[in-house]
Nanobody, 125 residues
């Protein structure tokens, strides 16, 4: 059974909002951070946002800064990515990921050891 389960994807129009959720209630590892990454067809996986477990520090890719908000909902045990003013370039499979190390960079996908199955987001223009 997958430890990280994403939900909330779908098809929206340009300018719309969407919230992705990552269920972390079943994790068996001790996390140091969670991140969201996305991969568009024919492109490499890219960093979107991350949150450090210990202090809630967040980091965002420049392309989403000011439009996306990452938060941890402790009551629901979810890591949520609120996406506003979506653009066509936001069309991708979005992945939730967790890591257990304390390396500095939150944006490097190679440092994340636990991945969800992904959820598709399509932004129609």
């Amino acid at each position: 059974q997958a430890e990280l389960v994403e939900s909330g994807g779908g098809e929206v129009q340009v300018g719309d909002s969407l919230t992705l959720s990552c269920d972390i209630s079943k994790i068996t590892f001790r996390p140091t951070a969670f991140g969201w990454f996305r991969q568009a067809p024919g492109k490499e996986r890219e960093f979107v946002a991350a949150v450090r477990w210990a202090d809630g520090h967040t980091l965002y890719a420049d392309s989403v800064k000011g439009r996306f908000t990452l938060s941890i909902d402790w009551a629901k045990s979810t890591v949520e990515l609120q996406m506003n003013n979506l653009e066509p370039e936001g069309t991708a499979v979005y992945y939730c990921a967790g890591r257990t190390d304390h390396a500095a960079s939150l944006a490097r996908h190679s440092r994340y050891t636990h991945w969800g199955q992904g959820t598709q987001v399509t932004v129609a223009s």
